[in-house]
């Protein structure tokens, strides 16, 4: 009797301390959630800014008065792509790396920046996969889209990303760095949001436009 008491009073406990353990998770989430959301988001609005006189594709239809070359969809499709993709991906990753090489040592920082190095591709292609399907394109399109377009986004990232992993790490509490990460990916974002709508039409009038001047260029000489 005294036995079954006892097992029944442990698992009530440890019952007890997940459930505190998940409702300590729960604000620093939603803090995560709404920073990154919000830094994708503007990231995207200030890509379109910077892209605007570049914007071939015609409306389906006729665009507002108040900022016309703002794609509200695309930036309805990058801040889902924020809350449902990459704010999970981040969240999880930067607690896991904190549990298996805690403080804030320069050898357990350099472990947590080349975790952080090794699984980016992962996260580059949940990113682009998500911004691909919610576009209404196929499974195809957003493995296409993977093959052609992150290892160029992953080298980019590496030139950009270290300096800010060892920052967070070495200087931010782990509630934070999520939030703080999201500051710095404003930045990024706008890289991001780039090459993830950058389409395969874009790309060929581009070269077509450029085998156009090559030869008007060669018939005129």
């Not at 576009?135 to 160029?152: L, R, Y």
Request: overall charge positive; charged content about 15%.
């Amino acid at each position: 009797m005294s036995v079954t008491t006892s097992a029944v009073s442990n698992t009530a406990k440890a019952a007890l301390r997940t459930q505190h353990g998940w409702r300590r998770l729960v604000k620093p989430y939603i803090y995560s959630t709404l920073a990154i959301s919000a830094s994708v988001t503007v990231g995207d609005f200030i890509c379109q800014y910077l892209q605007r006189h570049h914007q071939h594709a015609k409306p389906s239809c006729p665009p507002p008065t108040f900022l016309p070359w703002w794609d509200r969809r695309r930036s309805a499709v990058m801040c889902t792509t924020a809350v449902l993709v990459s704010t999970p991906w981040n969240f999880t990753i930067s607690r896991t790396i904190e549990r298996i090489f805690p403080g804030k040592q320069i050898a357990q920082i350099g472990k947590k920046m080349l975790i952080n190095i090794l699984v980016a591709p992962i996260g580059i292609s949940l990113v682009f996969t998500s911004v691909t399907l919610l576009k209404g394109q196929t499974i195809s399109d957003a493995k296409k889209k993977v093959k052609e377009d992150m290892p160029k986004t992953y080298l980019a990232g590496s030139c950009y990303w270290p300096f800010v992993s060892f920052v967070n790490f070495r200087f931010i509490p782990l509630d934070y760095r999520p939030f703080v990460a999201s500051l710095a990916g404003a930045i990024w974002n706008i890289y991001i949001s780039s090459v993830a709508n950058k389409t395969h039409e874009s790309l060929n009038e581009s070269k077509q436009s450029t085998s156009n001047v090559l030869y008007h260029t060669n018939k005129d000489l």
